[in-house]
Structure formats: structure tokens, C-alpha cells
Nanobody, 128 residues
């Protein structure tokens, strides 16, 4: 099992920056891709950004709505994934969830069912 704990959420003004973090613990050796999803009130959870497993040689990938503004990164030595949010917009307001994928399962990395483990989420609010 893998446990994920997010932190760093809070209130930021439009145009500002915020960084959220996700620390993985447990059987982290089994984790491959990790991603961030978000869920705004009354909306479905949606993909935000993802990063392949260490040593996979793949590139980061983003939803069109955040491309050029958000950056996902990974510190394998700390079992931590970060989401740097710049040029924040009010529509970025949501609960942000960290997700981790174990062994390849054939499912899309953009889909919720592509991940085996989820954190509890951290609230990000962007004021206008």
C-alpha cells in the first residue's frame, strides 16, 4: 500500500503563485506515474498534470487549461511531487488531489481509474 499526503493549499490572489506538495509513504518502490487532479464545487474531478515514473524517460503532461502556468516536478529522494501554480485564476479554485499509479494497468494516465492511490486533497482558493 501507498499513502499520499498533500499540503500547501491555501488562499492566493489572482495572478499569484502557490505550490502544493504530495508526500508518498509505504511501498513507494511500486509507484510509477504520479499526477494531480482537482475537483471544484459541483464539478467532476479532472486531470491537471502528471509526471512519469523515475527513469522512464517520459515527459510531464498537462491539461490544456493549465499548460504554461502550472509545473509538476518530482523529488524521488523525498518521495515528493510538487505542483507549482503560477498566474493563478479564480477558475483554478478547487480541492487538489495527488494520485499515484502502481504497475502499468493499461488505463489512461489522464483518467481517474488510471491510478491506484489517492490523497485526501488540499483546498486551493484563488480570489479575484
Amino acid at each position: 500500500q501507498v499513502q499520499l499526503v498533500e499540503s500547501g493549499g491555501g488562499l492566493v490572489q489572482a495572478g499569484g503563485s502557490l505550490r502544493v506538495s504530495c508526500v508518498a509513504s509505504g511501498h513507494t518502490f511500486s509507484v510509477t506515474a504520479m499526477s494531480w487532479f482537482r475537483q471544484a464545487p459541483g464539478k467532476e474531478r479532472e486531470f491537471v498534470a502528471g509526471i512519469p515514473g523515475p527513469g522512464s524517460g517520459g515527459s510531464t503532461f498537462y491539461a490544456d487549461s493549465v499548460k504554461g502556468r502550472f509545473t509538476i516536478s518530482r523529488d524521488a529522494t523525498k518521495n515528493t511531487v510538487y505542483l507549482q501554480m503560477d498566474s493563478a485564476k479564480p477558475e483554478d479554485t478547487a480541492v487538489y488531489y495527488c494520485a499515484a499509479r502502481g504497475a502499468y494497468n493499461g488505463r489512461s494516465v489522464f483518467a481517474l481509474n488510471g491510478y491506484d492511490y489517492w490523497g485526501q486533497g488540499t483546498q486551493v482558493t484563488v480570489s479575484s
